[in-house]
């Protein structure tokens, strides 16, 4: 795909997909209940489409689905699950197979769940979801170093307490729904606060959740609930994830200005937004609502950018956001750094050489580090052929970057971005001709 320099700063209000994160999870826990549930505005990507077939496979039934609305009726909670007549293809779904691991592993006694994916996924570590679930007593296999696929036997569970080693949603998302079928109280303790989707969405349903602070771990405990949860609509917020990439747009450009509508405003997703404002972006909330997630709109408008330093402790609340992060960082003045990011390495792509090879292959300053980058800016980009490496997050990146570089850009593997974002490139031609 060839893409050419933009002349002209976004001014543009619009909408985003649904949340990849509230999509995944409103779907696959509607196989904890019985009745129908309704998902309005839900991310339609190849990404939720792997776990509308782990659901289906357990007993879920689509009732009713379009674009804006899917309507799900749960086989009656988890004793009433099928037994999966062959492996389920996750796909590139890491959220996917690692929370259907959560699940499956405390299915009835002896169901078993087989979990495969592409080759990506395939390189992708699943021993760190592994390895706890069998501190709880779940009896899985998984690939010569903890890699997919992975076979679950459904069984019931210990209690117990999980300290984290890695932060991750992810994980701890998929103890918590072990420990829905265990036979005493689970407690996980994160290292670093993590998005908490899964607490909101469960609580809601009707498990017995407590959340602590203690120093400065978060430790959250759940109580057996053997029985069916009851099953809740859910109106999926646009993903800030997602937005993120048309407000590194309007940040790039002194003048530049997008109004992103309809956005989670939940406070462990802002973390690129609390670090745009401190760049120099101007940067504006408005909640219009908070049941069971806030939501509202994001004001972003751009201006003189200048270096930021992220650590690990700011990492988790802005993962997905970081290679935009670098982007940013080669027009602000002085020398970014972003430390403790090594989970980076382990996502669709290794996502720190994916982004220096980009950006370095455009001109950029960036220098490539065990745990993240060194950016020195402001630094002019120039057009390039430049290769998304399968990732999408990374095309979508790259593609942004062209908008301000001098000379046209080639974009390998563009079509990355059906996993998580079908119509970004729709959405670019368009606000590009808005602009013009």
Sequence with gaps: MQLTPWHRPIDARMRVPGDKSITHRAILFSALGGAESEVRDWL????????????????????????RRLVLKGPGGREAWHEPDQ????????????????????????????????????????????????????????????????????RHLTGGTVALAVASA?????????????????????????????????TAMGARLTSEMAGRVRRITIEPHPEALRTVDVQVPGDPSSAAFWATLAALWPGGKVVLEGVSLNPERLGFYHLLASMGAKVGYHERGSDPEPWGDITVQGGALTAVSVEADQVPAMIDELPLVALLSTQAEGESVVRGAAELRVKESDRIRATVQGLSRMGAAILETGDGFRI?????????????????RIAMMLAIASTVAQGATELLGEGSVAISYPEFFDTFSRVRQEAE
């Design 87 to 154: 492996p389920i293809d996750c796909a590139n779904a890491g959220t996917t197979m690692r929370l259907a691991m959560g699940l499956a592993a405390g299915a009835p006694t002896g169901l078993l769940t087989v979990l495969f994916g592409d080759a990506s996924l395939s390189r992708r570590p699943m021993a760190r979801v592994a390895d706890p679930l069998t501190q709880l007593g779940a009896e899985l296999w998984t690939r010569r170093g903890g890699l997919a696929p992975v076979a679950v036997r459904g």
């Design 170 to 202: 992810q994980v701890k998302s998929a103890l918590l729904l072990a420990g829905l079928n265990a036979k005493g109280r689970v407690t996980v303790e994160e290292p670093i606060p993590t998005r908490d989707h899964t607490e909101r969405m469960l």
């Design 44 to 67: 339609v990507a190849a990404d939720t489409e792997a776990s509308l077939r782990v659901a289906e496979a357990w007993g879920v039934q689509v009732v009713e689905r379009s674009t």
């Design 376 to 392: 020195h800016g402001p630094r002019p980009l120039s057009g390039a052929v430049v290769d998304a490496q399968r990732d999408h």
